[in-house]
């Protein structure tokens, strides 16, 4: 959710325009995804968020069941980055009337796969002509426990920064598949499951929330470097990223070195991660460990550091440099691209 | 919700795919809309719709303020038809790169204006990159009574069919703004706002779910014939429509005169008329026009009666026939394009 075009941040400006919201909104427009209190002892936490042929994806590299499930996991991650739990799915599918009713077919199978792999229902849609291409919108609605929602504005200076998995392998597979890379296979497909397959990581964002073991967290769609700074400015804060501790799969390194591009720059812009980024003071720290390891999850990495001040530095051996502005336009203008 | 593409019914065949709801589901696919009990005694009623540039509208004959609001307009206008209260919106907007910052306020300051006018707060958006067009998809929340709510499949046999105001202006409205046709401007004015300026029935559609007054509700975006085929097959019913019944305006009258068509056909086929369109027992006629009567709301028309079987015929002096296939090619090319 909340995702910019370009670099105007153009939800931020219409945001202002919707003013004030009412008592009922736990959360609304600036986070992953907007809070409502339903009644009973829930929130309803809703998402939405919309891919558009030829700028999320490109069909000769995705087949219409993986768009299907996909669509649904990465709306599946926005839930999971507020620590609710995805529940409801309305559709609204924008079609060309030039392409076939069993591809649509193929498209709703891999959505109702998905609603089954996530234990979401979908309950609603529409469906709409769209000649230029396909277009696929969902809102997920699950539930959240009121006081218990992660969100991106609470990190505090000192708070450890953190993420649920290694970055850069989705970016990197969409390399593999646009370019044909020739990679070992065994290397290769982690890196095109990423990126045709994500994981959204639900149960790590749901202990998050529920043991209160997060000052904030996000989910890593556009790449650690943009989001990290979208908790930043949430929070009114800067951070300082470990160039050594990002955790970088040897495919990832593998694939940077073909394209003669640096593997962090890959880890840090690539974006589509779907893991979570989140915060957490220091003296969390054992409870973090043991509540992920009690619940068979891997364990978090240990990124980096929230400071006081703006903007996130990334520092390695050749010394600090500024990374929050966005990095090689060569993977900031294919990313989220499949 | 729930618009078909083109003839073969695909949200219906996706509906398929996507299995049984889970019991807090107290509307899903095959209605204007979801509802979920949401905990305490309301049911959260969810509509979402997508508007395509160059499918449903053209920026030649609409302002982006205007879109701004019919966006939401028509959103609120399923939640009408169910009978629920307009409350939340997530916006999704699909924004052409090319197109200037400015453009994208003066769409939002159109949204938020119908916020302030329908009591719905914008509490969640996201924006994506669209090269090939604008596109704008809206979910909207809404609260409804438990056992109240406005559904299309409880028509009967020998209930009467009514609609809420006269059909046929905005397709109307659209005509002239394309064609640019000649017209007293005091009929072309009421065309163009009931084309560009919808007024969803929200008050109606509450008044008929909270008094019982309904026994099925569909609003009229598809057109009479289309919408009124939509109950009778969620019904299992067929209706009987009488032509010298539905209402149609002096302004209606002569844009069909200048276009050589009928002015009926302009008032089943033409779409986007945002009316409600229900049925009811004939015995609650009495309860029914005296509390439209009571809330200050114009009294709905009489215009047929639901009947045993299937199909929808016109009863006109020259005889009856089936236009539940759909009409006149001619509108239906263009109809939802403002």
Same mark, same amino acid.
């Given at each position: 959710m909340n995702r910019v075009v370009g670099e105007f941040g153009l939800i931020e400006n219409l945001a202002r325009l919707f003013g004030p919201t009412p008592a009922e909104v736990a959360l609304g427009i600036g986070d992953d995804g907007a809070a409502l209190a339903? @009644?009973? %002892?829930r929130l309803l936490v809703l998402t939405m968020d919309t891919l558009v042929e030829g700028v999320h994806f490109d069909l000769a590299y995705i087949s219409l069941a993986q768009l299907g499930r996909k669509s649904l996991a990465v709306n599946v991650s926005d839930i999971a980055a507020m620590g609710g739990e995805p529940a409801y799915a309305l559709l609204s599918l924008g079609w060309p009337?030039?392409?076939?009713l069993e591809e649509a077919l193929e498209f709703g199978e891999g959505l109702a796969a998905a609603g089954r792999e996530f234990g979401v229902a979908v309950i609603g849609g529409d469906t709409v002509a769209s000649p230029q291409g396909l277009t696929v919108t969902l809102t997920v609605l699950g539930w959240g426990k009121p006081g218990a929602l992660l969100r991106r504005n609470g990190a505090r200076p000192g708070d450890q920064v953190y993420v649920t998995g290694p970055l850069g392998e989705s970016a990197a597979g969409l390399e593999v598949l646009r370019r044909g890379l020739t990679l070992n296979p065994v290397l290769a497909a982690p890196l095109i499951e990423a990126h045709l397959h994500p994981r959204p990581r639900v149960a790590a964002g749901r202990l998050l929330a529920d043991e209160g073991l997060a000052s904030a967290a996000i989910d890593l769609s556009d790449g650690l470097a943009g989001d990290l700074n979208h908790v930043c400015r949430a929070s009114g804060t800067g951070a300082v990223v470990l160039g050594a501790t990002v955790p970088i799969t040897v495919g990832v390194a593998e694939v940077a070195r073909l394209l003669g591009a640096d593997p962090l720059t890959l880890a840090l #812009? @690539? @974006? #589509? %991660?779907y893991e979570l980024l989140f915060t957490s003071p220091p003296e969390r720290a054992g409870r973090l460990f043991e509540a992920f390891f009690r619940a068979g999850l891997s364990p978090p990495v240990l990124i980096g550091e929230i400071t006081a001040g703006s903007g996130v530095t990334l520092r390695t051996s050749q010394g600090d440099r500024e990374i929050s502005g966005g990095g090689f336009d060569h993977f900031r203008a294919h990313r989220r691209q499949a």
């Open positions: 339903a @009644g009973g %002892d009337p030039a392409r076939k #812009e @690539g @974006g #589509e %991660d």
